[in-house]
């Protein structure tokens, strides 16, 4: 196979930022093979009202009209539940990103994992719009030195660092789906065996009739480090940080399963070089919009999974969502073509340049548009 | 207690490189308090001949004449037991120095440490010279993204990461013990529980009157910082990498046990900024040199230990050692300073600038030398 139609591919987790990086990024949504496009609200301020909401998918729109645009809410106590039903009803968002305060780039108005029961107003307007709930999934680091608690080394068993803090998410999730069947619920960008376990268990308890309500995305760049890679790879760094080489194969095998409670959700996440490359307070964040796709299609085929990769980029996004056809704003469908491709080392000029995940390095596949 | 005699202090992990960088940091051993230090010989190329570890200590002791300086040469195949015997006698090295290949910065030239037993003769030559032997106690990666090896992602149960790094090394450790139980071993910065536990469990099977086979280093950035002081901040990054809390807490309970088998080595490895500061290929190592005693008696005052850190900083290391009154250049004593003592934020100029651990903070001790 040489070429491969993929469809109406889509990437559920997507970072624009706004000004000039919004500029330069969000037209690499399309050049990297995507079509629709699930948007982050992690701004600042958050997105958190249906007039900027509104006014940024217009902005976006704008600059790439061939993307479909699903926007969301960022969860904080500026949500009401009267704002959610109001914001459903519009059409204006599709879902609510709930970050745990704390563990990642513009993550400080998020929740406390630890209860999340002051929102409980929020999901059930969530349920009752069938509006789905993005979990970043993980808790905060405990011990870390930034903030001297470990001159209280007290409960270091029960310590959270970055290496067990999204499976010590997962009962939270657990709970949640229990609280709340019919809410759909999107576990994002796993980084471990624990929570594919958690998304596979919770869905095997799931008779088979019924609709999928948890599901995870997982990234690329997840499907290629692990610790060792960001150990010294600035580049690299992300939140949740990629694990162990057990996790890692856990991620490869769930996003090449086929099944549909796994998806695409890239977490391309830029950043100018110039807040990776420094001596401390890298931004976590790894930039893979504009090779997708590409990405993607390399471990497919390096594990002989071709044939699953429309159900990972495309089939299972478009289900979960129920993303009606009128809804998607272009129907060209994405072909994925044999040829080398090498990632470049820079995208941007100026101050605003965003080194892409693996600069320089050549990939097997590239993308083109088919028209429909 | 505002004024503490630390007695003829000691670091027996040192790195001190060559050229302009020796020539920056050489000084700053007296100056961060410590009186005897231990050398490392990954030099490029790695020190191995009699004729290059006299030189190397010539030069260091014109930059700093009231150090006394302990030589090592690098385990290699370059190494032959008539050499090591001849090494010894004329009193040019105190150890040897063992890298496993490729774990850390110059170390191409190390050992396979899943077996040691082509160097079987050079221990022999060691026991019964008395000379040291060092360990640097990783086992190299096995699955990183950087060699490709996960796309043959076989045994990930069994691989090794830099988060295990380390206790899967401990076994060799062991056997080394066991097949040579003259051999003084110093397991290196050693950065786990299971490290501190395996030289606790060693020492507990000496009967109490032998003398010590097995001890171990601990450096000073181990005992503040963790793998989530590492994720994001390149200045903190290094090998063994900072574990996680517990393992912290072990390292802290160890150094400031006063128990005899643990003492300290800073492992201070300075780099120019530019080769910390980069996109990739971070070079691996902390630098603490010139505040090596500082911040080693922050965490003990922190702790209520100061009246253990004269075991740690001087007495255990010259026990280990068994260094002769007259091999000591210099018997000028340490006092421990209580006072302010700001952090650089570099150190150097031009190219060769080097940052220090925990730059721009503040530690509560100063140190002074007592002439004697």
């Known amino acids: ?17 706004e000004g000039k990086m919004m500029e330069l990024v969000t037209p690499t949504i399309r050049e990297g093979g995507v079509s629709i496009a699930y948007i982050m609200p992690n701004l600042t301020p958050p997105v958190t009202t249906i007039e900027k909401v509104v006014d940024y998918k217009k902005q976006l729109q704008a600059l790439s009209p061939k993307t ?20 459903a009803k519009l059409g204006a968002i599709d879902g609510i990103k709930c ?24 999901f059930e307007a969530m349920e009752r719009n ?88 997982i990234t690329a760049h997840h499907l290629y480090i692990t610790i060792d890679d960001v150990a010294g790879n600035p580049i690299n760094f992300c939140k949740p940080i990629a694990k162990l080489p057990l996790d890692r194969q856990a991620l490869i095998k769930a996003s090449t399963s086929g099944k549909p409670y796994f998806f695409f959700g890239s977490d391309s996440a830029p950043h100018i070089l110039s807040n990776k490359v420094r001596n401390e307070g890298v931004c976590a964040g790894v930039y893979t919009q504009n090779n997708a796709i590409a990405y993607i299609a390399e471990i497919f085929d390096k594990y002989n999974k071709l044939d699953n990769l429309k159900k990972f980029v495309s089939d299972n996004g478009i289900g979960f969502y129920a993303i009606p056809k ?47």
């Open 99 to 122: 970050y745990p305060a704390g563990v990642t780039t513009n993550s400080q108005a998020g929740v406390d994992p630890n209860d999340f029961s002051d929102f409980y107003p929020i």
């Open 130 to 217: 069938d509006l789905v709930l993005n979990l970043h999934g993980e808790k905060p680091s405990t011990h870390n030195d930034h903030d001297h608690a470990h001159l209280d080394d007290t409960n270091v068993d029960e310590a959270i660092h970055v290496m067990n803090a999204e499976s010590k998410f997962l009962p939270a999730l657990e709970k949640l789906h229990k609280d709340f069947p019919n809410l759909r619920i999107v576990l994002e960008h796993c980084t471990t065996k624990a929570a594919i376990d958690m998304v596979e268990k919770i869905n095997a308890e799931r008779k088979p009739e019924d609709p999928i309500k948890v599901a995870a995305t």
């Open 68 to 87: 479909t645009f699903l926007m969301t809410f960022y969860l904080s106590r500026d949500l009401t539940p009267e704002l959610v039903d109001k914001a």
């Open 326 to 372: 009128e809804k998607i704003v272009n129907h060209d469908e994405l072909i994925l073509v044999k040829g080398e491709n090498i990632i470049p080392t820079l995208i941007g000029e100026g101050e605003c340049v965003v080194q892409p995940f693996k600069p320089g390095q050549k990939l097997s596949w590239t993308v083109e548009w088919e028209s429909k």
């Open 1 to 17: 196979m040489s070429r491969i139609n993929l469809g109406v591919t889509g990437d559920y987790h997507v970072h624009l930022r």
